[in-house]
């Protein structure tokens, strides 16, 4: 005989199966989106009405707030593309837990990626772009929203150089910080001189959201 408990256990389980597809299905499409340009889409996908929800990529700065994502998803997805510019990013190796009370879920994904950097007076440049994602998601009315985004740039190099020898676009460039930009939490991008770290975190199974997107800057893999 099955137990309520057991039955319970049962459909909490099938729940989860249920979110992690969603899930799956939510971040592809933004990558999709993200890949074609399409800056409305990609804000569609983010949890607006969270007071923190949160952008942060390579060491560009973290983007809190309902304003300042707009503002930089316009800005970076939303701009004119230029004849023969492209950046293509892709997920793989996902790894996925969604907190016991459905309510949140913690994810992160491998992406390598590869585009062209458009030049006015040649053709354009072959870049490879590898990185990794973090991200805390949100569970609003039935639907997943990104809560929390970290995008973890590892690597950004000349295709016909590589990611040994030019070591030229790891680093943003010598410019202003945006206006909206909060100080970077964490960017360790390969060099011939760096170590790399265990960063971000495997996500670890957990009962519900404790307050802060912190698990992704975990070092210790043993809990």
Same mark, same amino acid.
């Given at each position: ?70 503002? &930089? &998803? ?19 190796? @996902? ?16 992406? +390598?990626?590869?585009?062209? &950097? ?36 590892? &690597? ?19 410019? +202003?910080?945006? @206006? ?11 060099? +011939? ?6 960063? @971000? ?23």
């Amino acid at each position: 005989m099955v137990t309520e408990s057991r039955k319970q256990d049962l459909l909490n389980n099938i729940a989860k199966l249920e979110a992690y597809h969603e899930l799956q299905n939510e971040m592809g499409r933004a990558a999709a989106a993200f890949n074609f340009r399409q800056a409305e889409k990609v804000l569609s996908h983010f949890a607006l009405s969270k007071e923190d929800v949160s952008l942060e990529y390579a060491d560009e700065g973290v983007f809190e707030g309902r304003e300042a994502v707009t503002a &930089i &998803i316009n800005e970076v997805v939303g701009a004119p593309q230029k004849p023969g510019e492209m950046l293509d990013i892709q997920l793989t190796t @996902p790894m996925i837990e969604v907190a016991e009370d459905l309510q949140t879920a913690k994810a992160v994904w491998w992406c +390598p990626g590869g585009g062209a &950097i458009a030049n006015d007076d040649k053709d354009p440049d072959a870049i490879w772009a590898w990185g990794m994602i973090g991200a805390d998601f949100v569970n609003e009315n039935g639907v997943w929203k990104i809560w929390h985004f970290h995008y973890f740039r590892y &690597i950004k190099c000349l295709y016909e150089k590589g990611w040994v020898e030019d070591t030229s676009m790891i680093n943003r460039l010598n410019t +202003p910080m945006h @206006p909206m930009a909060k100080p970077t939490t964490y960017h360790n991008p390969y060099s +011939p001189l760096s170590v790399r770290e265990a960063i @971000p975190a495997c996500p670890r199974p957990y009962k519900t959201y404790e307050g802060s997107c912190s698990w992704m800057l975990e070092k210790d893999k043993t809990k």
